[in-house]
């Protein structure tokens, strides 16, 4: 990782470690905003997949703006010298008083449920807000990550537009934004489009719209054969649809995994080689309090030996030493795993260190920062 051996960073910080590459984010970053030139637009990095500040440092400094979930992580941005209006709050099912919070700090917000409005009455009048729309479409995706469908608690379902409509008259708002987030990782961009098709029907229930807010859903590779989202094609046809539609609108786009996702790496050290009574188990010093992708969502994450690339492959369980089923991979052939490899899992930028917890006392891996030329701690 720029010019520095993976392994000197281990030695250095031991394991487990989660490892970033800043200039993989740097380039991630420029694709999505070249592709996303051809319009007014601006990306904003839902730092839910990586809150780390040095992360969000990078993302500062090419320009992007945020999308948060939380009033934490509308504080942490803003600490860090995000402006309020660079900022889309974007939160589920949170309290009242969360949303007043983050709306006393000027931010963006898109509402997902018709029933706050009567809540906020009081603080409504003369306000800008945006709305969270469900289609209620089936697109694409994990259905554990799919959110615009029927049975998904997130966005306003439409058929209850007509209802905020009249709350905008009763309380004085002006609906500013649409946004919708289909999922994430949605692996045809045809559904993207879909999703995007959906969006623009709305545009014309509301006359005093500025922006559209896309949310994310982009793709990336976790596995060699995967394909990484066209964004180029996306945002060709986001740009269709904005003259189909005699619109002039800004485009604001929630990327997560896209920027973050192959930007990470989790490095741990093999514990034990272990034969059971059918299959033979790596056991690795991790588990799910670290990356915990793999259990939920039956994520793939392509792992890698580094002590012994060209041991004889062989097939292992790899698991963790939780007292749990903590499994990475099933059967995976890797290359002989001996007691001490250093075990790399590939794609752990988004949702891995984020979602860290610290079950049966487990510390928590360190962050380390690859970065001109640099590699710190952060
Ligand atoms: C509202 C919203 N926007 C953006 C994202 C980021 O998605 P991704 O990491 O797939 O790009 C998410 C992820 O869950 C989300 O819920």
Redesign the pocket.
């Known amino acids: 990782m720029n010019n520095i051996p993976f392994e000197e960073i281990i030695k250095k910080f031991g394991t487990p470690i989660y490892v970033y590459h800043g200039e993989k984010i740097e380039r991630q970053y420029e694709k999505l905003s070249n592709a996303f030139s051809i319009m007014n637009s601006k990306i904003h990095y ?1 730092m ?2 990586n809150e780390n500040i040095e992360i969000l440092k990078i993302i500062k400094n090419l320009g992007g703006g945020i ?1 948060a979930v939380s009033a934490n992580e509308v504080d942490r941005a803003l600490n860090i010298g995000f402006k309020p209006d660079e900022i889309v709050f ?1 939160p589920s099912c949170a309290s009242v008083e969360e949303i007043v919070y983050v709306m006393d700090k000027k931010v963006n917000i898109h509402i997902g449920a018709s029933e706050y409005f009567p809540l906020l009455a009081k603080k409504l009048k003369g306000k800008k807000v945006g709305l969270r729309i469900n289609p209620g479409v089936n697109i694409g995706g994990n259905q554990k ?1 799919a ?1 615009s469908h029927h049975a998904s608690k997130f966005g306003i379902p439409v058929i209850f537009l007509e209802k905020v409509k009249d709350f905008q008259k009763e309380y004085g708002f002006v609906v500013n934004s649409l946004h919708i ?1 289909a999922g ?2 949605i692996s045809n961009v045809d559904d993207l489009k879909n999703s995007i098709d959906n969006l623009f029907k709305y545009t014309k229930e509301f006359e005093n719209l500025e922006y559209l807010d896309i ?4 793709k990336i590779k976790y596995k060699k054969e995967d394909t990484e989202t066209d964004v180029d094609s996306y945002a060709a046809h986001i740009k269709r649809k904005m003259q189909e539609y005699n619109q002039n609108l800004k485009i604001k786009i ?5 920027l973050v996702g192959n930007a990470g790496y989790l490095a741990t050290t093999v514990n034990i080689i272990k034969q059971g009574y059918k299959r033979k188990f790596a056991g690795l010093n991790s588990g799910f309090n670290h990356l915990i992708r793999p259990m939920y969502y039956n994520a793939y994450h392509e792992i890698i030996n580094i002590s012994n690339p060209k041991g004889k492959l062989q097939k292992y369980d790899v698991v963790g030493q939780l007292c749990e089923e903590d499994t990475f991979a099933y059967n995976r052939l890797l290359n002989e795993l001996r007691i001490g490899d250093i075990v790399v899992i590939k794609s752990a930028g ?1 949702y891995s260190a984020s979602m860290v917890m610290e079950y049966n006392l487990r510390k928590k891996p360190k962050e380390i920062l690859v970065f001109k030329n640099a590699v710190r701690q952060i």
């Not at 949310?215 to 982009?218: D, F, K, N, Q």
């Open positions: 839902a839910k997949a999308d974007t990550i959110t987030h994430s990782n949310g994310s859903g982009l929630e990327p997560g995994k896209y988004a």
